[in-house]
Nanobody, 123 residues
Framework: VQLQASGGGLVQAGGSLRLSCAAS????????VGWFRQAPGKDREFVTSITWDGKTIYGDSVRGRFAISRDFAKNTVYLQMNSLKAEDTAIYYC??????????????????WGKGTLVTVSS
């Protein structure tokens, strides 16, 4: 199983980026996919998740600015990030697992992780 996150880069505050998470060895039709992020010197933070049947959860700091979506045909999950702020700067990781809905914010509920993609927002 391999998850590959991509799409990170340098963007100015107020700008947008779209991250992708492509999977091989598993199908996202059967998993919850989450995005987490970790800024330097900080703990890993839940960003958002989407269940196999499309239910989503967003972290408080990104709700209304970020949107998660998926394309089953491409076996890819996306994270559209708008109105980016300097505090969104972090390495972003995608993960797949089968947590119950109420536990989807917990990183230890996910079995498979990608290597991460760096997002840097300049102020």
């Amino acid at each position: 199983v391999q998850l590959q996150a991509s799409g990170g880069g340098l963007v100015q505050a107020g700008g947008s980026l779209r991250l992708s998470c492509a999977a091989s060895g598993l199908t996202f039709r059967s998993y919850t996919v989450g995005w987490f992020r970790q800024a330097p010197g900080k703990d890993r933070e839940f960003v958002t998740s989407i269940t196999w049947d499309g239910k989503t959860i967003y972290g408080d700091s990104v709700r209304g600015r970020f949107a998660i979506s998926r394309d089953f045909a491409k076996n890819t999950v996306y994270l559209q990030m708008n109105s980016l702020k300097a505090e969104d700067t972090a390495i972003y990781y995608c993960a797949a697992g089968r947590p119950i809905y109420s536990a989807a914010r917990q990183s230890d509920m996910y079995n498979y992780w990608g290597k991460g993609t760096l997002v840097t927002v300049s102020s």
